[in-house]
């Protein structure tokens, strides 16, 4: 079944783990919380394929965790909550994965985070409707003007 | 009877909470983050509450995705800090404060907040890090300066709760907490935010001007805050900043006006804006049959919070 959409489908480079994507992701993230015992880091560390077998996870969904693709993980129902804590087994900051996810090395993600961010400008929305979404709203006018 | 006498909204990013335990509060990139709080512990110490009823959310610790409440109220006598993978933080015991608690429990009930209660959890960075920004680094054999009410909100899962429905709960407990008739003064802590996204390719957004915003709004005309729809915070403030909603429980939970005394507002801690403001109850109007020695002390407590107000304005 086709995902159903939502207005928030719209916010470019996100994956709202919204009550579909929780369902979906269960066993994404239960497999990560598992993660929270030292037997079981080191279970899986030992053969991750096998570890794997004791979770319900759809092909797609195992292969994103063997390859470490954390948007395709958040794409299939993970939440980032849940993955940081396969990033940690791994021995990753989330420095790290926070960079992996948006494309950058760790030096430029985190050079990008000192200078303030990624800018909100010409990240707000794919298709511009956020626009035509504020102007809708009466009470939140004045707050989108001053913010052009 | 109790009463609510102020409020803080404050972050709860994790690093904060690693670089305490790690010594590197000397850090240039630290220092700036912990000297905007130096202020904060000096009111805190003066203010001296009795009980915090601590709004915040909890990170994949205490809940799995096998159970998500949207609103989960800590009525045990003491809550340990949880393992979120690197070994419990150094910090004592979380020390709850049951009969304020179950009260605060079926007054809002009543009040039509379906409120799940938890007798028995483990709090993490979400409820500790801002009890570290406020209090200081206290060592695990030591204790909180006070007694603490966890209140954990579902905002890892869409939809968190509207901003109006917590706005609306602020003010459900701040009724809970008049009609307790123990004499004590409680603040209400609000937590997260504020504007970051830890998420997708989009991570690392920080918009600072909606940001300023907020904080204006909170202080000055809250009401208008409770309109604003997720979207927006997930569109403005990043997926995870819309976290920010629980700032409106602490904030509907105060008098309409009330006084600033402090805030702070830094970029980056790691990966998120840093937002810290302390709001005060204008009225402080002292319990009847309470104590000469009461009205000293809030007599006393109103020094520290003005010499910062007007530090501030400088």
């Known amino acids: 079944m086709a995902r159903t959409q939502h207005d928030y489908d719209d916010i470019p480079g996100t994956f709202v783990f919204d009550a579909e994507r929780s369902r979906q992701g269960y066993g994404i993230n239960m497999f990560c919380m598992s993660l929270m015992k030292d037997e079981n880091r080191r279970a899986f560390k030992a053969n991750e394929a096998e570890y794997l077998k004791r979770f319900s996870l759809t092909e797609a969904q195992r292969e994103a965790i063997l390859k470490r693709d954390y948007n395709r993980m958040l794409e299939l129902g993970g939440n980032i909550y849940f993955t940081a804590k396969l990033g940690a087994t791994d021995g990753h900051s989330f420095q790290h994965l926070a960079a992996s996810m948006s494309g950058a090395t760790q030096d430029a993600y985190a050079e990008m985070m000192k200078s303030g961010g990624r800018s909100v400008e010409g990240n707000r929305s794919k298709s511009g409707k956020d626009k035509l979404a504020k102007s809708k709203s009466k009470s939140k006018s004045k707050s989108s003007a001053k913010r052009k | ?314």
């Open chain 2, 1 to 314: 009877m109790a009463r609510i006498i102020a409020g803080v909204g404050s972050s709860h990013v994790p690093a904060i909470g690693a670089a305490l335990d790690n010594n590197k509060t000397e850090e240039p990139y630290w220092k700036r983050v912990f000297s905007g709080f130096e202020k904060s512990q000096k009111w805190m110490a003066g203010t001296k509450p009795d009980v915090a009823t601590v709004v915040y959310n909890d990170h994949a610790s205490a809940f799995s995705v096998d159970l998500i409440p949207t609103f989960a109220l800590g009525c045990a006598p003491e809550f340990p800090p949880a393992d979120e993978g690197w070994g419990p933080r150094p910090v004592p015991v979380v020390k709850g404060h049951p009969e304020l608690a179950s009260h605060i429990a079926q007054s809002v009930i009543l009040d039509e907040f379906d409120l799940t209660i938890c007798n028995k959890m483990e709090v993490d960075h979400g409820l500790t890090v801002p009890l570290n920004l406020l209090c200081g680094k206290i060592p695990p054999s030591g204790e909180w300066p006070f007694k603490v009410i966890p209140l954990a909100v579902n905002v890892v899962m869409y939809p968190p709760p509207t901003g109006h429905r917590c706005y609306m709960l602020g003010k459900a407990i701040r009724k809970a907490v008049k009609s307790f008739p123990e004499d004590l003064s409680v603040v209400i802590f609000g937590t997260g935010g504020l504007s970051h996204q830890i998420s997708g390719p989009r991570a690392g957004l920080i918009n600072s001007k909606w940001d300023k915003a907020f904080l204006d709004r909170l202080s000055k005309d809250p009401k208008k805050l409770t309109h604003i729809p997720h979207i927006e915070y997930m569109r403005e403030a990043g997926a995870e900043g819309v976290e920010m909603v629980m700032w409106l429980i602490m904030r509907g939970a105060l008098d309409e006006d009330v006084k600033e005394v402090y805030r702070f507002y830094t970029v980056p801690a790691s990966n998120t804006a840093v937002g810290h403001i302390i709001l005060e109850n204008k009225r402080t109007v002292p319990a009847r049959g309470r104590s000469s020695a009461g009205k000293t002390r809030q007599a006393a407590l109103r020094k520290p919070s003005q010499r910062i107000a007007s530090r501030d304005a400088r």
